[in-house]
């Protein structure tokens, strides 16, 4: 049975679990190597076309919705999102990066980092809030830029998006093997394979990883709602693990751990902070449950804000628990909370720490499955990527292909790859998308085609380049500058504070949110938009070096794929729409054929 109404094309018929070229490139540049070469020639146009086009609220509602064949059942709740922030975030980060922050990088103040990172992350919880209050599809943060910042940056920032949800998983995975060694009284090289012809971060293969990552599998390609209730229950059993750790940890403090609070200075809160920002995502994973959610207008504010407001809180008091047990330079990197406990002679508290680490890393994995499968099903909705990933099963009602797609890049990842390496990767990754949301919202706020005039688009570009121009200043000059001289900042913070000024003075708004809206625009998104790029400022240049290769590698397969077979679906889509009499799917400048 097809698809009813006017969006029952080719593109969107039902192809149950056929796996033929159609369901990979349906499109009509893939119909033969002649239309191929033809749609490669036409390259420059059709990328132009892309870039100035974007999508409209509805389209992302309804016909982009529309071409998975399937709804997705609406079963969550405002609870349920709560229990998803709060199982999606707190993992990996706070059980296992705690530890080799404080050792190595910024001591005690380790809790500074938390708040800093904590900051951030909450100004970017308001942006995600509003567009999926808006905008309640699966496709999360890759919907909105689609809808504000164009077809283009949206694929950048899908691919981000993509990458983010694989290394997270494959972090969370090894890390759960190191705890669960640490329960078993092994050390977590001893469930791993050595390889010695390899290179020391990927030689150390962990087969354990691929285990969990498998049985997550298939829990989250069951059903959304036994996600939920499995996530519930986990999560109950973990915040009661993080109470006893708070409180015993605290029965045990020593006041002179924190003699020397800041060791490494304020460069080594900054620079934790960057990486430890690696423990706060997960929550953009609960803004592609909108779908899925009855009532998205309040229970979105409320399961978003409200599970970031808990998991900061407990992040800060598990810091500092830590960090009161034991003189930093003896935390454990590996195990921090378990061998500290051994090491203030509760030796048997160990078990439950281990427990309920692996225990909130299970659940990290699995919201973040959940999450990442809706993400590439509303990208492969859109052809940049193939839409045999888009289909929903009428059964489950769950996206099964791209569940396991995704799964298994993760199980990949997380069998060759070190911890270290995936957390700065990740941070890079997630800090350049939260950048780009935060830059929407500033969008969507003061532009509307057709009725922004051309003297307030043009205030509202300069603003927004010198916004951005200062928050780079500042990063580069704070991550390239070996000394605290603070001179520069004296120049690029009020060219900042300026911009936002004159964008909330000088540029009227456009359009006011219609259900839920972030409070002081501009102020707050052009600060998540300073706060994002100065974290960045302080990640390592290897890692930036693997996200440029990354980077070259999302063009390639752009260039070559992803812009035409999104390029001809636009296109039916707007013939389609134009042939039945009804309003466009998107807007913006057309770059013609007979421009060329």
Partial sequence: MGLDGPTGNEGVRRRGCSCTKDDFLPEESFKSWGNYVQALQETPRRFMDRVFTRSLDSTELHEIKARSQHEMKKTLSWWDLIWFGIGAVIGAGIFVLTGLQAREVSGPAVVISYVVSGISAMLSVFCYTEFAVEIPVAGGSFAYLRVELGDFMAFIAAGNILLEYVIGGAAVARSWTSYFATLCNHK????????????????????????????????????????????????????????????AGFSKADAKNYSDFMPFGIRGVFKSSAVLFFAYVGFDAVSTMAEETKNPARDIPIGLVGSMVITTAAYCLLAVALCLMQPFREINVDAPFSVAFEAVGMSWAK??????????????????????????????????????????????????????????????????????????????????????????????????????????????????????????????????????????????????????????????????????????????????????????????????????????????????????????????????????????????????????
């Avoid at 290179?199 to 990883?209: M, N, Q, T």
């Avoid at 069951?222 to 109470?243: C, D, E, P, Q």
């Avoid at 938009?529 to 590698?553: C, E, K, P, Y």
Wanted: with cysteine; hydrophobic share 55%; net charge neutral.
């Fill in 188 to 247: 977590p090289e001893d469930f791993r394979i050595i390889v010695h012809s390899m290179s020391e971060d990927y030689g150390h293969l962990d087969p354990i990883a691929v285990v969990v990552v498998c049985v997550i599998c298939v829990l989250a390609v069951l059903s959304t709602k036994g996600s939920s209730r499995f996530n519930y229950i986990a999560s109950i059993i973990h915040v009661i693990v993080i109470l006893f750790i708070i409180i």
């Fill in 351 to 596: 078990y439950v720490v281990a427990a309920g680490a692996l225990k909130g890393m299970t659940t990290v994995l699995l919201v973040s499955a959940v999450g990442q499968a809706r993400y590439l099903t509303h990208i492969a909705r859109t052809h940049m990527m193939p839409p045999w990933l888009a289909q929903v099963n009428p059964k489950t009602g769950t996206p099964i292909n791209a569940t396991i797609v995704m799964l298994s890049a993760t199980a990949i990842i997380a069998f060759f790859t070190e911890l270290d390496i995936l957390a700065n990767l990740l941070s890079i990754s997630t800090l350049f998308i939260f950048m780009l949301v935060a830059l929407a919202l500033l969008v969507r706020r003061y532009y509307v085609s057709g009725e922004t005039t051309t003297a307030n688009r043009n205030k509202l570009v300069a603003c927004i380049v010198l916004i951005l121009a200062s928050s780079i200043a500042t990063a580069a000059y704070w991550g390239l500058s070996d000394n605290d001289d603070w001179i520069a900042y004296v120049i690029t913070v009020p060219i900042w504070f300026l911009a936002t000024l004159a964008l909330h003075a000088a540029v009227p708004r456009a359009r006011n949110p219609k259900l839920w809206g972030v409070p002081l625009v501009p102020w707050l998104p052009s600060a998540s938009i300073a706060i994002n790029i100065f974290l960045l400022g302080s990640i390592d240049g290897a890692s930036f070096a693997r996200f440029g290769i990354w980077t070259v590698v999302l063009l390639l397969y752009y260039f070559f794929f992803g812009l035409h077979a999104s390029y001809d679906t636009a296109k039916e889509a707007a013939e389609n729409k134009m042939g039945d009499g009804l309003k466009k799917v998107e807007e913006g400048v057309k770059v013609s054929s007979e421009a060329q």
